[in-house]
């Protein structure tokens, strides 16, 4: 999973970048510190995989991993290549998923690109610098659809719905909230726009408000209500305080979290969030080898997912042996006491995995 953290100058990407990853990207008061893409990979939290690794002792523990690009930051104009956009949108249509880092803290040593402090300008830069950069695409797609037409009718409709896209993103409507049908939906996906791409917004808040419901933070409310409106995910995060937070461990970390007033560090409600709009799950292996946990689509069969582990898994798959991750810890972890007291079941080509399934693969090539 490659999430991409993008944003106007000088809105704390780096700095949460560096927060997150420990990455070591360059900071700076200045418009376009960043001009190749950072790139940090985190694994991701999960007390399932750690719990197994106690039980079993394995040799090797390789948790899921997210990898966050740190995207130089967008000024206006950028589709038309101001502030080198071209570039640096190239960089977006690489990933996954956007973090769009938001400002909704007042700071007169932080220059702002535009002056002063307005969130909802902000977002709307950003936004119409992706949607521009969608028009043309959309007008080439459906243009080649009315040339192929020509040859064959079927090609009306694609031309027709393409027509319809490039009408919505002319009038300022971000590709994923365009409503389709689910083949409208399966054609849209076929096109690399970058304004399609789910979202999660990131308001960098003032430490003070972390922990409040920041009632008092307008631009934060503001925000709020457009991403909810958008069907977004948005979360509150202080960069600067999430730097301190990356230089503790342990309980250090856990006392620091609670005398915030929170539970979790910004970096583990990101994953959390990634995770749910991009409907992504984790099953797990386990044994004295190795512990893992493998990433996979919500809605994914038995074969697919095991070719997640190795192709030849998927091309000679006769079955999958399973149990949840709660019943297998419920009689202390072991899969051969499941086995023995009945609890592990056989599943076919036509089993969906669920989240925390622990699994051996049978296979035959």
Not at 2 to 31: C, D, H, Q, R, W
Not at 66 to 72: G, K, L, Q, S, T
Not at 96 to 119: K, Q, S
């Amino acid at each position: 999973m490659k999430l991409g953290i993008v944003g106007l100058p000088n809105v704390g990407k780096s700095t949460l970048f560096n927060a997150i990853t420990n990455a070591g990207a360059e900071m700076a008061n200045y418009p376009f510190c960043t001009i190749e893409p950072n790139v940090g990979v985190v694994t991701v939290p999960d007390e399932r995989l750690d719990k197994l690794a106690e039980i079993y002792h394995p040799e090797k523990y390789t948790p899921a991993t997210v990898e966050f690009v740190d995207i130089a930051g967008l000024v206006r104009g950028a589709s038309k290549g101001e502030g080198l956009g071209n570039k640096f949108l190239s960089h977006i249509r690489e990933v996954d998923a956007i973090i769009h880092v938001v400002r909704c803290f007042r700071d007169e040593n932080v220059i702002h690109v535009d002056g002063d402090i307005n969130a909802m300008r902000d977002v709307e830069t950003i936004n119409t610098e992706l949607i521009l950069s969608d028009i043309e695409l959309a007008e080439r797609r459906a243009d080649k659809a009315r040339k192929m037409m020509k040859a064959d009718k079927k090609y009306e409709a694609e031309a027709l719905f393409f027509d319809r896209v490039t009408e919505e993103l002319n009038n300022g409507v971000s590709a994923r909230a365009i409503k389709c049908s689910e083949d409208e939906a399966e054609l849209l996906s076929t096109v690399p726009l970058l304004s399609a791409k789910p979202v999660i917004y990131v308001a960098n808040v003032p430490e003070s408000d972390i922990g409040t419901d920041m009632s008092n933070n307008a631009e934060y409310q503001s925000l709020k209500k457009y991403a909810e409106a958008e069907g977004s995910e948005i979360i509150p995060i202080c960069a600067e305080m999430e730097a301190e937070l990356s230089e503790l461990e342990g309980e250090e970390k856990q006392m620091f979290l609670e005398e915030m007033g929170i539970e979790e560090s910004g970096l583990d409600r990101l994953i959390k969030a990634s995770y749910r709009i991009l409907g992504l799950i984790s099953f797990l292996t386990a044994g004295p080898k190795e512990v893992r946990a493998w990433t996979i689509r919500n809605g994914t069969k038995a074969p697919q997912a095991a070719g997640k582990i190795h192709s030849d898994m998927e091309r000679g798959f006769i079955r999958a042996e399973v149990i949840a991750y709660d019943d297998l810890i419920a009689i202390g972890g072991s899969l051969t006491v499941a086995k023995e007291k009945g609890l592990i079941r056989s599943e076919g080509k036509d089993y969906v995995f669920k989240d925390g399934d622990v699994v051996v693969i049978r296979f035959n090539v």
